[in-house]
């Protein structure tokens, strides 16, 4: 196994564009990380990596090289997907990424019935808002809102979520109560941002009775944290742009009311991405048909 081994390092530490990186994401030491380089270039007789005190850049035989190192290890993991199929012993970690909502909310409760199920199988979750990378941060799969931006990913839709504006009632108190869209912006209320490095999205997308508009809202609280925007909400702060099923208990408690409901938010896509190889994965795909089915009642209602 020592050579296959050295051929994941090296695919990894190609993607990750780092020794260190690599060596975290397979929780191993970066002398063993560099020791595996070493001894398949050595086996190779090539160099695979142009090395300097800043930098890590891949040579012509590397770049070769991890063409063929992927098949490979596609191979190799299609072939144990059959033996595992077979055997039903599903084994090994899971990397996963969900946004803080999703995550706390409906897939973290689920994450224990699964591994009840599957003892020898260990969920590594990552929670957060920002956009992810499934291949340099190495993702098996991630659950997301909205619309992917790499479409050489597959994507399983899961549900179309309902959204609302709201607020809490001392905000609309001060401020009034906002019908539509165009109030919010031009009575320039307080709305509450969702942003993160690298957001390319600076307004709010509602249903009027002439179709879709963007509404260039603004509003000095901004936060990459879907939470704090509520808790923001909640303090009475201003008016926020939510997934329903994350602020329902405060909708029906009476802590947030929703504005604005002339021109509601459209509703936004919950979906799951993975890659191709990572589909083939019994885990893999067993995680993910585990997490859709309740998923998709949470939000529904189904």
Request: proline share 6%; net charge neutral.
């Amino acid at each position: 196994m020592s050579y296959l081994d050295n051929i994941r390092t090296f695919v990894r530490v190609y993607e990750l564009g780092s020794m260190s990186a690599a060596g975290r994401d397979l929780r191993i030491s970066p002398a063993v990380t560099s020791s595996r380089i070493s001894q398949l270039e050595e086996h190779l007789g090539v160099r695979l990596f142009q090395r300097t005190t800043r930098s890590l850049t891949p040579t012509e035989q590397g770049q070769s090289f991890y063409r063929g190192a992927t098949e490979i290890l596609e191979a190799v993991e299609s072939a144990e997907a059959q033996i595992v199929n077979i055997t039903e012993n599903l084994r090994g970690s899971l990397y996963v990424a969900a946004p803080l909502g999703v995550g706390r909310r409906l897939i973290a409760p689920q994450v224990p019935a699964f591994l009840a199920d599957y003892p020898e199988v260990s969920v590594r979750l990552r929670l957060t808002d920002r956009k992810v990378d499934l291949t340099t941060e190495g993702l098996d799969l991630a659950f997301f809102l909205g619309q992917p931006e790499d479409s050489n990913l597959r994507i399983r839709k899961i549900a179309d979520v309902d959204r609302v504006l709201c607020a809490a009632p001392d905000y609309i108190a001060r401020r009034g109560m906002p019908a539509t869209g165009d109030d919010l912006v031009e009575k320039g209320h307080e709305c509450l941002s969702l942003r993160f490095p690298g957001a390319t999205e600076f307004q709010w997308r509602l249903s009027t009775p002439e179709g879709p508009r963007r509404f260039r809202v603004s509003g000095r609280y901004e936060c990459d944290d879907g939470d704090v925007l509520t808790d923001w909400a909640l303090a009475g702060q201003g008016v926020a742009m939510k997934p329903v099923f994350e602020i329902a208990e405060h909708l029906k408690a009476g802590r947030l009311v929703p504005v604005a409901e002339q021109t509601p938010p459209e509703p936004i896509q919950m979906a799951c991405l993975f890659t191709h190889r990572r589909r083939q994965d019994p885990k893999t795909r067993l995680f993910m048909e585990f997490m859709i089915e309740r998923i998709g009642k949470a939000v529904t209602g189904g």
